[in-house]
């Protein structure tokens, strides 16, 4: 039988690698795509681990004909745009749910949140004829209407879940003080539900950002996105790792300084929609 | 302020019947009733967080039915403080001021003042969540009142706090509201806080008022059966019997009260009006349950077959359970009530 400090040195030891097995598991394809990027074409293919790095494949992406800066602005303004209507709007519908008693309203937020469960290559045909005979295919305004599709019913969702935690009484407080409805939510729910808005839309920031099926279907040009671009990474000598490499930390990097940033918002509102 | 008719119901359930009041201009009246009585609905109503059902609310001669809460003049201090934990001490209790778009150059001078009033002038820059739950309620109340409104609700604001702390708010809360001098209507389930806060209590029960008096009438002089058994602590001893002759017949003992006739009558009397005595001298005897030292006093239960009956004795008083003792009842001090419609009967 082994004794007490022994166990528990052995359970320790157990914790730590598994907790490293899986870092490993989820850093290795990151550092994949760093090394990649910094590798030259014939390093990849040989499995290097220490390589002379170079920044060429970086300039490769941005000129002609990947042209990587377009779709890069294309995937920031896409997004972006989702998110500045989505978020308001989700905001305010998440909260007529949550504090006002509207006929059907339970049949409603069931309809909104079933969209989400419509396999998406079911969709994508009709939008490509809707926004074909609308005379918008190939546009940045088609991807911001067919994200807002996607995203709104999981905001929605998402930000009902922290307005259901401010207490009644707070905003009660302030109706009583001589706000109105709007300045009740400008003053009081808002900067209380802030970081489960920010969650929110940080959330919605990727899914559009990362949107790929609609985006290859309607877009052939002006309103390519990055995920789409990276489909165009393939020559004659097969797929060009090195450069989606450095193309995929052109995708990522944007999300990571954003995950940065407001980091603090983000955990705070995570665990506060855990603890009720 | 005045209620007429005042009704509360969400389809089959309704939670307020009918209630007609009158309060006079700086009267603290007191709601009074166990969960679920409809009193805190009531108090919505007034507010205009709830819509009634039928009836009027008049504010003054203004009729408020259709008025938004902001309209009202009311001010409203929560039973969870209703703060606003973004905000500081200061911003809350600016809000009203600042949402009603009183003049900026005032803010700082009213709220500092008020403040003041309740002892918070050094922790206006905190948030909420650094204070203690007596400061939290003082700065619900420092809120209220910055702003000097028509009428004070309060809504159980000292249920949330340890019970020395309550005794001195209750204190601090009544100098307060004589001081200011503004109307107020206040919700509780603990009776010693109506009975030391109110110039009259509104008792309810399923959402009608059982009696509406003054703390000393609801006291000495209850209506039915609820007021009787709701007030007190501990409550009064009911005991069921008849009454015949003028006199209240128990399995166990009787009294003469010289009231009519009554098959099922049911008999009240608090526990300070009882006396213990030696089983031979007694009105009834029964065998000792259980007792109580409080420090002021000595409860004892006694057990009368299928009753029990509790008295209040002097705080020397030593029994043991299962001892035999016996019990003096004053018909003056008894209290009669018809069993069946649970109205008190008079001489």
Redesign the interface.
Known sequence: MLSRPARKQINDFLQFFLILSAAVFIMIPIYWIISGAFKQQVDIFQLKLLFTPTLENFKIIFKSPYNLLDKLYNSTVVAFSTVVVAIPLATIAAYSFSRFRLTGERIMFVMILSTQFVPAVVIVLPFFILFRDLGILDTKLSLVLVNLSLIMPFAIWMIKGFIDGIPLDTEEAALVDGSNRIQVIKNVVLPMALPGVITAAIFCFILAWNEFLFAVIITTNKAVTMPVGLSMFHAEEGVLWHLISAAGIMIMLPMFVLATLIQKHFVQGMTMGAVR | MKLENISKSWGNVTAVKNISLTIQDQEFLVLLGPSGCGKTTTMRMI???EEPSKGNIFIGEKRVNDE???DRD???V?????????MSVYENIR??LK??KVPKSLHENLVRKTAQKVELEDMLNRRPRELSGGQRQRV?LA?AIVRAPTVF?MDEPLSNLDAKLRVNMRAELKHLQHELKITTIYVTHDQIEAMTLADRVAVMDHGIISQLDSPEKIYNDPANLFVAGFIGSPSMNLVKGELKEGIFKHSNFSVKVGLKECSEATLGVRPEDLELTNPENAVCSGRVYSFELTGESTLVTIQFEEDRLTVRGHNKYRVKIDEIVGVNIFPEKCYIFETETQQRLRR
């Open positions: 507010a205009g967080l938004l809460p902001k009311v001010a409203m929560f039973q969870n403080y209703g703060l606003y934990p973004h809000y009203p949402v009603r619900a809120r609700l």
